[in-house]
């Protein structure tokens, strides 16, 4: 508990007032929103990242207590800790920390702390492994499960595999939440980078149901021309 209390204390050490207040805004935690009632320090990611550098011996129990946090930046911070434990972690370890990873899932709660989490955590231990996990996510009621699966995804994709980010779009691809909408296009759009002539045709082939917002950001790295006629006949 002591060095809980002690990282705790080094990101209120680094808050501002000004982020303080900007930030619930910025995650949307009033009352209605996604991340309701969530609580902000003030700390901005790179100072919780030099924070989660100075911890990363922190014990399983510090980094659940941390998670227990109602602290934004508390949690975020045991997640960046698990990250750099996972860099350097034998496969064992690896597994114990996917494994801790999603038994917390209800506290990875926004979609800073999965996008900056899930792709070393899960990704990295299910790179050279069956992905049967990331489909049961997807199927979950969890908007932030719905989310770790598919942006675990960019992984696989840095190894030039994309199959499960294209299976995981079409699953999610009817999600009704705007940032899963985002998600699976931003995704789609990593996939593209890679290989643009299958973005191109699994767009051509899907955006009668693709939501506005998944399809707008796919197709970013279009031409004008194309983004303009893709658009334009998917309304």
Known sequence: MENTETIISELRSLATEEKRQVLPRFFKAGPGEYGEGDKFLGVTVPKSRSVARNHLDASPATLGSLLASPWHEARLCALLIMVGQAAKADDRRRKELFDFYLAHTDRINNWDLVDLSAPAIVGGYLADKPRDTLYKLAESQSL????????????????????????????????????????????????????????????EANRAAMPRTTLRYAIERFTAEERKRLMRRHD
């Open 144 to 203: 932030w499960e719905n989310r770790i699966a598919i942006v675990a995804t960019i992984t696989f994709m840095r190894n030039g595999e994309l199959d499960d980010t294209f299976a995981l779009a079409s699953k999610l691809m009817g999600h009704s939440h705007d940032l899963m909408h985002k998600a699976v296009g931003w995704m789609l759009r990593e996939a593209g980078k890679r290989d643009p002539s299958r973005l191109t045709a699994y767009v």
